[in-house]
C-alpha cells in the first residue's frame, strides 16, 4: 500500500470472527471493513487462528491490509486475587505446528468447560433445548458469548447482558472457570509464534501497578491496547502516556464481534491511526532481521 496521506487513515486491530465468538464469517468481517472505509484490520480471535487464511484471500481482492492475529486468555494474580488478561499476537506465524499444538490443548479445554455450563444450566431450570447449539460451534473455539445468545435464542433471558448477570459472570449459577495459561507464558507462546505481545483492553483490569507492567516487560511484552472501545478519552491518553514511559507500541481495535439482533457492528466507529500499523510492521521487520 501507498501510504503517503496515511495520516487519514484508519485500522482496527482486534476483530472477532465466527471462529471464536464473533457473527462475522472472516470474509464477512473484511467485506465490512472495506465498506467502512479501513485500511487494515487484524483478525484476533480467541484462542484461534483458524479464520486467518479466508480473510486473508478475500483482503487481497479488495485492497484491505490484514494482520494475522491472536487474542490468548491469560491468567494474573492482582490484589491477591486471580484476574483475567488478555495478551494479543500480532503478525504471528500462524501455520506453526508447536503453536496449533497449544491452541487445541486449549480448545479442548474450552470445550470441556462449555460441557459443564451447559449442565450447570439444565441443573438450574435454563436448559438449552436445541441440540444444534453445540453442532454448530463444535469445530470453533467456545466463550461464554456462545451460551448467553443461545439463551437469548430460547427466550430464556432477553438479552445477553441479562444471560451473563444472571447466569455466566463470574459467581453466577453457570459459570465455570477458565483453564489459564500465565502471562509470562502467553507471552512467550506469541514471541515463539515470531509475533508481536500486546496486552488487550488494559482498562478492564483496572491496571494500576507500574511494577507489575514493568515484570510483563521483561518478559518480552510489546505494545499496550490504548485505543478500545470501551476506553474513555481520558482511558486512551493516560495508556498513550503509558506506552510512550515504557518506550511501547500503542495500538487500538473495537474488539467487534460483528452484529447481533438489532445492534450494529462496532468496527469503524474508532479512530485508530494508520501509524499504529506502520509501528508494528516496523517492529516486525526489526524482529526478522534479528534472525
Not at 240 to 253: D, P, S, V
Request: hydrophobic share 40%; aromatic share 8%.
Amino acid at each position: 500500500m501507498d501510504i503517503a496521506g496515511a495520516v487519514d487513515l484508519y485500522v482496527d486491530m482486534h476483530i472477532h470472527t465466527n471462529y471464536s465468538d464473533g457473527t462475522f464469517t472472516p470474509q464477512e468481517a473484511a467485506k465490512y471493513a472495506s465498506k467502512v472505509k479501513l485500511a487494515a484490520i487484524s483478525i484476533t480471535d480467541h484462542d484461534c487462528v483458524d479464520g486467518i487464511d479466508e480473510a486473508l484471500d478475500i483482503a487481497s481482492k479488495i485492497g484491505l491490509e490484514v494482520v494475522p492475529g491472536i487474542e490468548l486468555s491469560s491468567e494474573v494474580i492482582l490484589d491477591s486475587q486471580k484476574s483475567e488478561m488478555h495478551i494479543l499476537g500480532y503478525y504471528i506465524d500462524y501455520k506453526s505446528q508447536k503453536l496449533k499444538k497449544i491452541l487445541a490443548i486449549l480448545k479442548k479445554a474450552r470445550y470441556e468447560r462449555a460441557v459443564e455450563m451447559l449442565e450447570k444450566l439444565k441443573k438450574i431450570g435454563a436448559e438449552l433445548k436445541d441440540d444444534s447449539f453445540f453442532k454448530k460451534i463444535e469445530d470453533k473455539v467456545i466463550g461464554r458469548l456462545h451460551f448467553a445468545r443461545a439463551l437469548v435464542e430460547e427466550k430464556l433471558v432477553g438479552s445477553v447482558n441479562e444471560a451473563f448477570q444472571r447466569y455466566l459472570s463470574k459467581d453466577k449459577p453457570a459459570y465455570v472457570p477458565k483453564y489459564h495459561i500465565s502471562v509470562r507464558d502467553a507471552i512467550e507462546l506469541i514471541l515463539n509464534a515470531g509475533g508481536i505481545p500486546v496486552m488487550a483492553h488494559p482498562y478492564y483490569i483496572h491496571y494500576n501497578d507500574e511494577n507489575m507492567f514493568r515484570s510483563f516487560i521483561k518478559d518480552g511484552l510489546m505494545g499496550i491496547e490504548a485505543w478500545h472501545i470501551k476506553h474513555s478519552e481520558k482511558t486512551v491518553k493516560k495508556f498513550l502516556n503509558l506506552a510512550e514511559k515504557f518506550n511501547l507500541i500503542a495500538t487500538g481495535g473495537s474488539d467487534c464481534h460483528g452484529s447481533y439482533k438489532k445492534k450494529l457492528p462496532v468496527m469503524g466507529r474508532m479512530r485508530v491511526p494508520y501509524s499504529v500499523m506502520e509501528s508494528l510492521k516496523r517492529t516486525k521487520e526489526n524482529m526478522v532481521s534479528r534472525i
